[in-house]
């Protein structure tokens, strides 16, 4: 029976429910337990939970959501370590050069007071194994560990509430996870499978807190259901207390799924797909994914290998591409020659303490086989306004100028690709006053020197306040509310 008919089922998990929420009579719940999870005090979470065999579990809006409106908020289930991201505190997660081993176990923390909290308790009996205090000592081997914290606590968690993991991890066959450390380090016979099946879950829907500077990661069991869109109608923040805010971007109608972005904004084609199938084992099917010129941007554009033509390739089929000018045809290797390329070269130009004068030259190499609005090209000259604005010294008319270029192409890219998002918030906090101060000074000479007239002097220094203005719209997901 499919789930999506069958009204008087749990909004969250499918079971047969007779609880109907007094408030919004919009949801069912099998048990009290879900129905606080609904109802959060004041506010009823505006989705229920639906299934497709395609997608899987996704949520689905319960009534109309207008833009800016609160829609999710909730503490993260289990954080720990990131993987592979070096020697960190177990407990409050920050990066540390020395650790202080914990009394009773050995494992990397920064001070013995985290060893103290609730969350390193969960693991610490499992690690006093004396087998395993020799091995936290190598530093391959406490990687290893610190590796398979989350998906241990996330497995001591779930058996502690009794819930059914193995279930939670059903779908599509993920990559089975790397466990020849854990059979080195953790004596979890009668814990293995159940572990191997955590790090699927935790490898698939963990968030990482780098955005509040944190070398970790966290699972949110509901967010975790939301699927993917590239062009999402959410924005998210995870705040101090690492609890998830999802907020929506534009107005959303009953009935419409609920999506988030899982990659980064700025990835172009084909590095984002191969992101998204590596990882989560999907196509995204979204509309900057169907459009070959993803919004107008051609943020993935490669010039045209056909002589004399100066058009752009761009996404065609999944192992073509196409010329927009002549309808030329290129296979995708060497769309992947010209990226493991341009990569290369950002890599061997950036890779130490770059100046504006590499900046400048890595950038007009890309543009010899990349268009100008390429995601490569986009990064290295984020760099470059970022360079500008720690120069600490007077800056010149020339450089003024490409500061002015340069960030109106970017915040231009941004605001197409998606308009208000918390990444355009990020960008224009470090765009915005080397921006304002070099459009200043480049606006007032070129107005005293009659190169521009009152009218372009007065709507150039505007552009500072519809800046400031495009920065308080995607920042105000902090401040979002129920409806």
């Given at each position: 029976m499919?789930k999506?008919?069958?009204?008087n ?8 429910s007779?609880l ?7 949801v069912?719940?099998?048990s009290?337990?879900?129905l606080k ?11 229920r ?12 809006s ?7 409106e609160?829609?999710?908020t909730?503490?993260?289930?289990v ?7 070096g020697l960190?505190c ?7 050069k020395i650790?202080?081993?914990?009394f ?5 923390l920064?001070?013995q007071?985290?060893?103290d909290k609730?969350n ?12 395993l205090q020799?091995?936290?000592?190598e530093?391959d081997?406490?990687?290893?560990v610190l590796?398979?914290?989350l998906p ?18 059903k779908?599509?066959?993920?990559p ?7 059979k080195?380090v953790?004596?979890l016979e ?5 572990l191997q099946?955590c ?17 970790g990661?966290?699972v949110?069991?509901?967010y975790s ?5 590239c062009v999402?109608n ?9 609890s ?5 971007n ?15 904004l700025?990835i172009?084609q ?9 990882h989560w ?9 169907e459009?070959?010129?993803e919004?107008?941007t051609?943020?993935s ?14 996404p065609?089929t999944s192992l ?14 060497y769309?992947l ?8 070269n ?12 590499i900046l400048?030259?890595?950038?007009s190499v890309l543009?010899?086989?990349l268009h100008?609005?390429h ?6 000259k ?5 360079w500008y604005a ?8 020339e ?16 605001q ?5 998002n918390?990444t355009?918030?990020?960008?224009l906090?470090?765009?915005?006053p080397v921006?304002?101060?070099a ?8 107005f005293?020197s009659?190169?521009?007239e009152?009218k ?18 995607s920042?105000?997901i ?6």
């Open positions: 499919s999506e008919s069958d009204s089922r749990c909004f969250l998990c499918f079971k047969s007779t109907e929420c007094s408030e919004c009579r919009l069912y719940a099998c009290t337990k879900h999870e609904h109802r959060n005090g004041d506010f009823c979470s505006p989705f939970v639906e299934f497709r065999d395609d997608v899987g579990r996704y949520l689905v319960t009534r109309n959501i207008k833009k800016k609160l829609i999710l909730e503490p993260p289930f954080t720990g370590p990131s993987l592979g991201r960190v177990a407990e409050c997660l920050k990066s540390i650790s202080v081993p914990c009773s176990c050995n494992i990397p920064c001070n007071s985290c060893g609730a390193h308790r969960l693991e610490c009996q499992y690690f006093q194994n004396p087998l020799g091995a936290l000592g530093s081997n406490a990687q290893t590796d398979i914290i241990l606590r996330y497995l001591l968690k779930s058996e502690y509430l009794q819930q059914t993991v193995t279930d939670l991890s779908g599509e066959p993920w089975e996870p790397e466990t020849s450390g854990l080195q953790l004596c009668e814990h293995r499978e159940l099946d790090m699927r879950i935790v490898f698939t829907n963990s968030k990482s807190l780098v955005d509040i500077g944190l070398t990661s966290a949110y069991n509901v259901l939301m699927n993917h869109s999402p959410t924005n998210l923040s995870i705040a101090k207390d690492l998830i805010r999802v907020v929506s534009t107005d959303i109608g009953a009935g419409t799924e609920i999506s988030t972005r899982y990659g980064g700025n172009g084909p590095r984002r797909s191969e992101l998204l199938y590596q084992r999907f196509r995204c099917k979204c509309s900057r994914c459009d070959p010129t919004l107008e051609r943020t554009g490669i010039l045209c290998q056909v002589q004399d033509c100066s058009g752009y390739i761009l065609y073509l591409w196409r010329c927009e000018t002549c309808q030329g045809i290129s296979g995708l290797d769309v020659r010209v990226i493991r390329k341009a990569e290369s950002i890599k061997n130009n950036l890779g130490g303490e770059p100046d504006s004068g400048e030259k890595t950038i543009e010899t086989s100008p609005n995601y490569l090209i986009s990064q290295v984020f760099v470059l306004v970022s720690q120069a600490g010294r007077e800056l010149s008319r450089e003024q100028e490409r500061i002015v270029q340069v960030s109106l192409q970017l915040i231009d890219l941004l197409r690709l998606d308009p208000v918390v355009l918030g990020r960008v906090r470090i765009l915005i921006w304002s101060q459009n200043k000074q480049v606006n007032k000479q070129d005293e009659g190169i521009i009152k372009e002097f007065e709507r150039n220094k505007l552009k500072c306040f519809e800046f400031v203005d495009l920065l308080i719209a920042s105000s902090n401040k979002a509310k129920p409806n």
